[in-house]
C-alpha cells in the first residue's frame, strides 16, 4: 500500500499500482479529469510536494511538454501508486465553473504506458 497525504492533510492509503487518479477518485477527492484518463486534457494534473516518482509514461512528458507544464505538474491519470506521495490537486470541479468532472478512467493506464525515466528540468538563468 501507498500512503498518498494531500496539502490539505487527508491522508488515504492506496493500492500498489493503483492509477494516482483512481485513488483520489475512490478516496472522494474533487479532481477533474476530463478525457477520461488518456494523457489529453491534463486537467487531472497535480503537483508533487513529495514522492514524486522518476519515472514517466511518454504520453505524460509529450503533453505536459506541448502544453508548457513540464516541470511543473504531473498527471495523475499516468501515474501509479508505487511510493509514499504528498501531493496538491489543482483542478476539481469545485473550482470550475463545469458540473462533470470527466469519465471514470480505465483501471489500467491509456494509452498504453511506454515507460520512459523522467528527464531532468533544465533550469534557465
Ligand atoms: S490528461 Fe486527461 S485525465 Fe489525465
Not at 493503483?18 to 503537483?47: E, P, S, W
Not at 462533470?100 to 478512467?105: K, S, T
Amino acid at each position: 500500500m501507498a500512503k498518498i497525504t494531500l496539502k490539505d492533510g487527508r491522508v488515504f492509503e492506496a493500492d500498489d499500482n493503483k492509477r494516482l487518479v483512481l485513488a483520489l477518485l475512490d478516496n472522494r477527492v474533487d479532481i477533474l479529469h476530463r478525457c477520461g484518463g488518456h494523457a489529453r486534457c491534463t486537467t487531472c494534473r497535480v503537483v508533487f510536494l513529495e514522492g514524486e516518482p522518476d519515472k514517466m509514461t511518454a504520453a505524460e512528458l509529450e503533453r505536459l511538454q506541448a502544453r508548457d507544464l513540464f516541470g511543473k505538474y504531473r498527471l495523475s491519470c499516468q501515474i501509479l501508486c508505487e511510493n509514499d506521495m504528498r501531493i496538491d490537486v489543482i483542478n476539481t470541479v469545485s473550482n470550475s465553473d463545469l458540473d462533470d468532472p470527466g469519465e471514470r478512467p480505465a483501471d489500467a493506464i491509456t494509452p498504453d504506458p511506454v515507460w520512459i525515466a523522467k528527464p531532468d528540468v533544465l533550469v534557465q538563468d
